[in-house]
């Protein structure tokens, strides 16, 4: 049975790339993408599209029902550097969404729910290197104090209503398709942009910041992946861990300049830093790995080709014609 799939957050960072995806997949007009406003041309005119606020559960309830929708994947949210500087709206749209939407899967009217969370959920006393599955977790932010309380609460309505919520801790994730989207980790997007624009860039991290990153490709693969998965391999009902390289700016610079040999940078550590500080340094997602087969596809050196590739101005120019 084909699914009916609601994308809340369609023209996001990560949502333009898995409506796309998922359209290819199951067919444009299986696929209703949703946002706030209007954004990415492509998946706007590409399939059904709705402008919607999830924080709203009537016009949402509505929209789910207009189309028969039987999967929701909830892609909005406000990111970790944007929380901080608005944290009731920070908190208010990443909790007002969730709870809207496993709601109505309790009551019966959405089979399956994605819902992302992050490495953010963990903190300062959570062990740095190859962080386990589970282990302590004291956020120390408002966006992993969200995605913490949103894990709990995705556990126990799965435990409590029979709620099938499906959930990753998505590492920084990086794209040459959509623009930097507020989070702490995507200086190493915007690092692309000014390296071949400019030919320096100014990183508000230090040299020697250590975080999981991954590409776009794997985490959409993913996501697509244990969405798909039989409901009894997923043993994990607050958020898999998830992860694929790690890597500092340095490292990042020096795989950059490999390709840009005048590319040059210097460092500004800002208040993002003590984000990233609280943050793992690398991640144990074996139970991902065994409970439903998650695997990885791109290291540094092909993620570097690929992003620079994808954004130079031959590749531009031919994608706007």
């Known amino acids: 049975m084909i699914p009916k799939i609601l994308i809340i957050g369609a023209c ?7 409506t796309i995806k998922l359209r290819l997949k199951h067919g444009n007009e299986n696929v209703i993408a949703s946002d ?3 954004g990415d041309e492509f998946v706007v005119k590409s399939g059904p599209f709705e402008i919607l606020d999830a924080t709203n559960l009537d016009a949402l309830e509505d929209v789910i029902q207009y189309y028969e929708i039987t999967e929701v994947y909830l892609m909005a949210a406000m990111l970790s550097a944007t929380s901080e500087r608005f944290p009731m709206k920070g908190w208010n749209l990443n909790m007002e969404t969730l709870f809207n939407v496993l709601n109505l899967a309790k009551d ?3 089979d399956k729910i994605f819902w992302p969370s992050s490495i953010a959920v963990f903190g300062p006393t959570t062990p740095k290197f190859d962080t386990p599955q589970h282990t302590i977790m ?12 949103g894990e709990r609460w995705c556990e126990y309505y799965h435990k409590r209503y029979g709620v099938d919520v499906r959930s990753l801790r998505y590492p920084g994730l990086l794209s040459y398709k959509t623009l930097p989207g507020g989070g702490t980790t995507d200086y190493a997007i915007d690092i692309f942009h000014e390296a071949l624009n400019n030919k320096t860039y100014e ?3 230090s040299k020697d910041t250590s975080l999981p990153m991954m590409y776009m ?18 043993k994990v009902r607050s958020s898999y861990n998830l992860a694929a390289i790690s890597f500092t700016p340095e490292e990042l610079y020096l795989s950059i300049k490999n390709h840009i040999p005048e590319f040059t940078i210097s460092y500004q550590p800002d208040f993002r830093q003590a984000i990233a500080d609280s ?3 690398s991640i144990d997602d074996s139970k991902a790995r065994e409970d439903w087969g998650w695997e990885n596809n791109y290291n540094l050196e092909e993620i570097t080709e690929i992003m620079i590739d994808g954004l130079s101005p031959k590749r531009i120019i031919e994608f706007e014609g």
């Open 138 to 149: 004291e956020p120390a932010t408002v966006y992993g104090i969200s995605k913490q309380t």
């Open 279 to 281: 943050w793992p340094s």
């Open 36 to 38: 706030i406003r209007e």
């Open 12 to 18: 996001g960072q990560i949502g333009s790339e898995l």
């Open 108 to 110: 019966g009217k959405i």
């Open 203 to 205: 990183c508000f991290l």
């Open 217 to 234: 490709e794997d985490a959409i693969d993913a996501t697509i992946k244990i969405m798909s998965a039989d409901s009894k391999r997923i």
